[in-house]
């Protein structure tokens, strides 16, 4: 892995306790190596289940580490304590798929987006009013949204004060959970834009979690696959969606809905022919 990547996950292993007795820790994740360059954006892409979100949650410190090491800017954080944790919050962000679960209903969006920079003493009252409303300008709201509470927004509008509110603090990596799965196409198509965007302005890095191939072949600069905790596969997003080596990857790019209906009922009979030849043999 390369000296300059933001991050580094080497042999990383997070496990849970099964509470039945007896029982092994259940593994989501299993020797997992990846990195994050500054200013690029990785997919990570696999079914339900297959270890996506736990990655995540290790490099944000929600998840246990049994063994491996996270590195990001040259610190091993795998294991860092909280009060070390909450001076990363301000450089490692979340975006999480549900804006209105992650987001404090009793409380005003102006307040949720001071908070955090106040907290990290990045700004006084009057300046962190400020860049609340620039913030709410960038991602596309009126000044006035400060003012108002989550529950009067819609899902799209509600996900753009979420980005607003990760990247008010001006993180280097954000950590995109599935963070359009929740939306119709039209609003997904809006904030992916609104990402690649802010992407740019910022020199952000991302690592964008999805199940959506589509989704992840439009945002990537590489791609990793994970399959059963395990990655099974990873390179550039154009070899990876064009010659994939594994066929769990041609799986997941086999699931992508085609536009034309043509095309969807020929990929269909392929399949079909396949099936039938296996079962021959």
């Keep these: 892995m390369s000296a300059e990547a933001l991050v580094r996950v080497e042999g990383l292993v997070v496990e849970y306790p099964d509470r039945r007795r007896g029982r092994a820790p259940l593994r989501a994740n299993d020797d997992v190596s990846i990195e994050i360059r500054p200013g690029e954006t990785l997919g990570l892409v696999g079914e339900s289940g297959s270890g996506k979100s736990t990655l995540g949650d290790a490099i944000l410190g929600f998840a246990p580490v049994a063994a491996g090491r996270i590195w990001f800017k040259g610190e091993d954080i795998a294991q860092a304590g909280p009060a070390r944790r ?95 799965s929740a939306l119709d196409l039209s609003i997904q198509a809006q904030i992916l834009n609104l990402l690649s965007d802010l992407k740019r302005r910022a020199g952000l890095a991302y690592l964008f979690i999805s199940h959506d191939m589509a989704v992840v072949e439009h945002m990537s600069d590489r791609v990793v696959v994970l399959h059963r905790g395990r990655v099974v596969e990873q390179g550039p997003t154009a070899q990876i969606v064009h010659r994939p080596g594994q066929p769990y990857t041609r799986a997941l790019l086999e699931a992508v809905p085609l536009p034309d209906p043509a095309r969807q009922r020929a990929r269909r009979a392929a399949r079909l022919k396949e099936a039938g030849d296996a079962a021959e043999i």
Aim: with cysteine; charged share 25%.
């Design 86 to 180: 909450r001076e990363l919050t301000g450089l490692i962000q979340p975006i999480f798929q549900n804006p209105f679960g992650s987001l404090n209903p009793a409380r005003t969006v102006g307040a949720t987006l001071r908070e955090g920079l106040v907290a990290h003493g990045l700004a006084n009252r009057r300046e962190a009013d400020r860049r609340v409303a620039e913030w709410l300008d960038i991602v596309g709201l009126s000044a006035d949204a400060a003012a108002r509470y989550p529950a009067d927004f819609s899902g799209g509008q509600r996900q753009r004060i979420a980005i607003a509110r990760a990247l008010i603090l001006e993180p280097e990596l954000v950590i995109c959970d599935e963070a359009v």
